[in-house]
């Protein structure tokens, strides 16, 4: 069974025990402790820990959630299926993950839909990396090899395989792509000796190329083009009850995402080095750099109905779409535009 079948499997009892609450519990779901409509207090679950997601911790380190109003409390969820489960559940306020999540849900009936209201990276994050160094690399190359890949369904996979079409390769015949190791646990099991490529985000990337293990040879991001990566969602009822809280929230998103573009590498290491305790600064200077260059993060959070269109492309390309939700089923732009207004 694939592990985005599994997922929504386990998503459906959730969404119906859900569904017969939430008329009661619309609009005060914050948990015991919380601050309520001023509301002050909000959880944030991440899909992972990543330097892919700088202008989020900068607007931390900064202090701008602060500046907000917002006492911001983040929680890692290691995975897009969690992410989105402690959202639904009402374990966290907002949720920030691949938005093919809020697509299943929403194609699995989920009553108080999960709406993505800002989006943070729009090129993937990962890398793919060879045992060898190799100074021409072409995707022909991958043909007939085993690959450490991602959770079917889920973006990086999808995204991978979205890259492979492009050039002509079948996912499923051209190359074996081994999707049963965890996340987190691919560049261990390469380092390991497993697989002749694995696909790769940072730090691993860069942690495999210092200890001679394996070598960056293309960027998924660059080859795959411009895409809805990651965006931040939350349930329609907190997104209508708590309006000022959600801008205030993409308001110290959006002067995250300006001092990105607006300072060095170097500069924005030492802002999220406390993110990162155990990496030097050196290495995520290098890490935000490689980013930079590919330019990953948008200008504004505004979540395009163009990027819409082609996410549900890549999930029907990948044979993950049983529908096409309308994009103001999904997307709210109110937010993000007004933020990226008054930026200016």
Not at 296 to 308: G, L, M, S, V
């Amino acid at each position: 069974m694939s592990d985005s079948l599994s997922f929504k499997k386990k998503l459906l009892p959730l969404l119906l025990c859900l569904s017969l609450s939430v008329f009661t519990f619309a609009g005060c779901e914050k948990k015991e402790g919380t601050t309520g409509v001023s509301g002050e207090k909000i959880v944030l679950n991440e899909v992972a820990h990543s330097i892919f997601y700088a202008p989020m911790y900068v607007a931390i380190e900064e202090g701008y959630f602060k500046d907000s109003g917002i006492d911001l409390e983040l929680v890692t969820g290691f995975g897009a299926d969690k992410t989105m489960t402690a959202v639904l559940s009402g374990e966290a306020d907002i949720g920030f993950m691949g938005p093919e999540t809020t697509v299943y849900a929403f194609n699995e009936g989920a009553s108080d839909v999960v709406k993505n209201f800002a989006q943070l990276t729009q090129r993937a994050g990962n890398f793919l990396i060879a045992r060898e160094k190799v100074e021409e690399f072409k995707w022909a190359d991958i043909k007939g090899a085993n690959v450490l890949g991602g959770r079917a369904g889920g973006m990086p996979e999808m995204v991978f395989e979205f890259v492979l079409k492009k050039n002509n390769i079948d996912p499923t015949k051209d190359l074996n792509i081994d999707q049963s190791i965890d996340f987190g646990s691919t560049a261990a099991a390469f380092s390991g000796g497993q697989g002749d490529y694995t696909v790769e985000f940072e730090p691993s990337a860069t942690a495999l190329e210092a200890e001679g293990a394996g070598y960056v040879v293309a960027s998924v991001g660059v080859d795959s083009g411009y895409v809805p990566y990651t965006a931040f969602s939350a349930k329609e009822s907190f997104l209508i009850s708590q309006p000022d809280i959600i801008q205030a929230f993409v308001d110290a998103l959006q002067r995250g995402m300006q001092y990105v573009s607006e300072h060095t590498s170097e500069e924005i290491a030492a802002a999220i080095k406390p993110q990162f305790p155990d990496t030097d600064k050196e290495t995520i200077a290098t890490i935000v750099s490689r980013y930079k260059e590919q330019d990953t993060w948008k200008n504004d959070i505004i979540f395009t109905e163009d990027a819409y269109t082609l996410l549900l492309d890549i999930l029907d390309d990948a044979g993950q779409l049983e529908a096409r939700p309308e994009y103001e089923n999904l997307v709210n732009t109110k937010f993000a535009t007004q933020a990226a207004a008054e930026q200016k």
